[in-house]
């Protein structure tokens, strides 16, 4: 009996969409992570593309467990000497919601080059319009 290994023909992508409201963080993340590199999946293979695309709707109305609102700090830098710049969660939500839930996504995936292809599939939106209504995404219930 041979080993199975996908070509990318076998890859199926379909779309989802999930509603964050009211849902925490870290949970929602690492099932969206799960969906995007096709874990769920029985022909899984952990050096290709075989997952879905996903929607996430009302990123605004995340929640978060204890006092993660005001302690979690978001640091950057400019590059330039004293560049060190450092936001609570509290006011990336404020100002981009979106970006808090991408973050945290792309610190679950795998760091290689699949990561940016697999972040790329991910549609993260503030409110609860988005314009995927032409692939017909499937509510995926978290």
Same mark, same amino acid.
């Given at each position: 009996?041979?080993?199975?290994?996908?070509?990318?023909?076998?890859?199926?992508?379909?779309?989802?969409?999930?509603?964050?409201?009211?849902?925490?963080?870290?949970?929602?993340?690492?099932?969206?992570?799960?969906?995007?590199?096709?874990?769920?999946?029985?022909?899984?293979?952990?050096?290709?593309?075989?997952?879905?695309?996903?929607?996430?709707?009302?990123?605004?109305?995340?929640?978060?467990?204890?006092?993660?609102?005001?302690?979690?700090?978001?640091?950057?830098?400019?590059?330039?000497?004293?560049?060190?710049? &450092?936001?609570?969660?509290?006011?990336?939500?404020?100002?981009?919601?979106?970006?808090?839930?991408?973050?945290?996504?792309?610190?679950?995936?795998?760091?290689?080059?699949?990561?940016?292809?697999?972040?790329?599939?991910?549609?993260?939106?503030?409110?609860?319009?988005?314009?995927?209504?032409? &692939?017909?995404?499937?509510?995926?219930?978290?």
């Amino acid at each position: 009996m041979k080993t199975y290994s996908p070509v990318p023909e076998d890859a199926n992508h379909e779309w989802f969409i999930v509603d964050a409201t009211d849902k925490i963080l870290g949970r929602l993340c690492t099932e969206i992570t799960i969906r995007l590199r096709g874990k769920h999946k029985p022909e899984f293979a952990h050096h290709m593309d075989m997952g879905d695309y996903i929607v996430v709707i009302n990123a605004e109305k995340i929640k978060v467990t204890g006092q993660k609102l005001d302690k979690k700090i978001y640091y950057k830098h400019t590059n330039h000497p004293g560049g060190l710049k &450092q936001k609570t969660l509290r006011e990336m939500l404020d100002k981009k919601p979106e970006n808090v839930i991408t973050m945290a996504v792309k610190g679950m995936l795998p760091k290689n080059r699949l990561s940016a292809q697999l972040l790329k599939k991910l549609k993260v939106y503030a409110g609860s319009e988005h314009p995927h209504a032409a &692939q017909a995404p499937k509510t995926l219930d978290i």
